[in-house]
């Protein structure tokens, strides 16, 4: 029995408990993941929310949050839905089968590009033009299982452990933990030992000082959730305004290629995904960059990435510097801070600032 992601958070609050011993014959890891696939993949509609925390450590640098909400509704095959809510930042996420929206609920942005695929080729198609993926997106998949195994080096049965939710943990339920293996980083996943839903989700990335982790709780499992068409397809609120989505291309037409990368969190996405553990090394590709799109696939390492942030050209911004105000300039809805006027644009699942001269 592999024990390779038995792991504590160095924050207390993070910390796992220790796998029951296991009696008589061990789980096959193998059939738990197959029943826990079986399940959502036999859900035509359902939704789920998750709480994601990330590890101090893996934030220095970034503007990241630790904690965040997610919430996530699916009607297959092609219309998912996922809302991400943390300190100072709200965004949204639309997919309906013809198109692709996001919203920056904070600020009233939106963005609507086409995006023709079902929820199976959505990953990949958002990851070879945008660059990121949707949050939990691979939870979605039709098969589950097909993409970790692909995915993950090995599996293997850690033990079966308590997952409590509630106040003072009034709900708890029993969960096996099955370990996925990875190059950079390693997965953990709880599943209902009752009901084969993921509860829990851990990565661990083992080439960081004290192996610091991301951990998502998952809760509200609904497998006949009432949702229709309708709930799927963005309507921009009165006053929202509409933004560019920009390309991978347009955006590393102007930055040098880092080198040396490592896996990191970065940029301040909602987004992180289980691509994390098929990464291949440096330069590996997978289904997104650490930071952006949370699911098994999350820790392939890209090239333009640096210090805990995206590379972005010069006359890019992650940020506004201090006070700002909205004003129409240069045919642009801009922001004014400090004599500069700044064009929000959106670029991999996050809202940047280009300057206008």
Partial sequence: MSLVLITLFTSPALAADAPKPVTGQTPDADAILRQMSSRLGAARRFSFEATREINPSLLAGANLPPKADIEVSVLRPNKIMSKSASQGNARNFYADGRNLSEFDV?????ATVPMHTSIDGLAVQMQEKYGFTLPLLELANSNIYQDIRRQAHSVSYIGRSNYSTGFLGSNSSECDRVALSGKLVDAEIWVGASDRLPRRLIFTFKNRPKRPQVQFDFSNWNLAAPVSDRNFVFVPPAGAVKVPMMTDAQIKSGVKQA???????????????????????????????????????????RGGYYGGVARLPAGYYGALPGAYRAVYYGGYHCYYAGGVYYRPVFYQGNTVYIVVR
């Fill in 106 to 110: 904070t600020k009233n942005l939106y």
């Fill in 259 to 301: 080198k040396d990368e490592t896996a990191r969190i970065t940029t301040d996405s909602q987004s992180i995904t289980l691509a994390w553990v098929a990464a291949r090394g440096y330069g590996g590709r997978g289904f997104v960059a650490a930071g952006r799109g949370y699911g098994y696939g999350a820790v392939a390492v």
